[in-house]
């Protein structure tokens, strides 16, 4: 999710011909992020989203280990505590967010899932503007949330799992920018390999069935090329020729791509106030990127990149 390891694959990529191309690279990365997150959740019968979760670690840290080759790397002052850190954060946000999809519509698990980087953006600013956001994601949270009032049918555990996933992408956010500062470009690939570590084996125990068998091996790969390796690449395609706030503002838009995900593939269906609702946090999502200020601690960048996270 930190840009700090972006820049050696970012040159390694042919740069888009136009800003239009970027976005479309942009928008067909967030398509294949959230199309993985609906593949996953279809397979929650098979092997329930503790199994995903393993398929989705295990997989997705191998792809990164061969893709980064972080042994070749050289380390400056090797932070590990923040990496270890950062490592754990991943695995647990993987863990809880597919816990969340069990129960709870895409679009919502991951509209919830954003007010972790939110959090982290508004904190780092603290400016008057800032209240807006706050208050519109305030908004959003109580139609979202079954808190009383009659209007939300979302489940309560569901929807607590996706909060949980937003303090941890937090946490991935801030241990990631240190750990980044040390292990460069090898980062992703050595806090997936920590995540992997410690949640693929609680995630295989704790499957419905063998992950191991040729009926879901092939559909755990698909996972993480969708989720990883694909978004990731057209990400640093599209950050050549986007300036920082319009990628970040873009990336606003997940959470309605979700949405259109899971009724798309999984016919979930969303009342009218739970789309108000998750338009008012993609509303302050987009606000607070394009209102942050160059010199804020955590750049839009750094919120917005989904190179890890299972959504």
Wanted: with cysteine; proline share 6%.
């Amino acid at each position: 999710m930190s840009s700090n390891h972006s820049a050696p694959l970012a040159a390694t990529l042919p740069k888009p011909s136009s800003p239009l191309v970027a976005i479309c690279l942009l928008l067909v990365a967030m398509l294949s992020l959230q199309g993985g997150a609906a593949l996953a959740k279809s397979l929650f019968p098979i092997v329930g989203p503790q199994g995903v979760t393993a398929l989705r670690l295990g997989m997705g840290a191998i792809i990164l280990l061969f893709y980064f080759r972080p042994w070749r790397l050289k380390i400056s002052g090797g932070n590990f505590r923040a990496l270890l850190i950062y490592g754990l954060a991943l695995g647990c946000m993987n863990y809880v967010f597919y816990l969340s999809l069990r129960t709870v519509p895409l679009g919502i698990a991951v509209a919830l899932e954003f007010t972790g980087p939110l959090a982290v953006a508004m904190f780092s600013s603290r400016r008057a503007i800032d209240f807006l956001w706050v208050i519109l994601v305030v908004a959003g949270l109580y139609f979202l949330l079954p808190i009383g009032h009659g209007v939300s049918d979302v489940d309560l555990l569901g929807a607590c799992y996706a909060l949980i996933a937003g303090a941890c992408w937090a946490v991935y956010i801030i241990f990631g920018k240190k750990a980044g500062s040390s292990y460069g470009p090898g980062t992703a690939a050595l806090g997936s390999m920590i995540g992997a570590l410690i949640f693929f084996p609680v995630g295989m125990i704790q499957a419905e069935s063998s992950i191991f068998s040729m009926a879901v091996l092939p559909l755990g790969l698909a996972i993480a090329l969708l989720s990883s390796a694909m978004p990731y690449s057209l990400e640093m395609m599209a950050l050549t020729r986007l300036p920082a706030k319009t990628f970040g503002t873009l990336m606003s838009l997940e959470p309605a791509i979700a949405a259109l995900s899971g009724i798309i593939f999984l016919g979930e269906e969303l009342k009218a106030m739970q789309w108000l609702a998750l338009a008012a946090i993609v509303v302050a999502s987009a606000g607070s990127t394009l209102t942050m200020q160059r010199k804020a601690k955590i750049v839009p960048v750094e919120i917005k990149n989904t190179a890890d996270r299972p959504s």
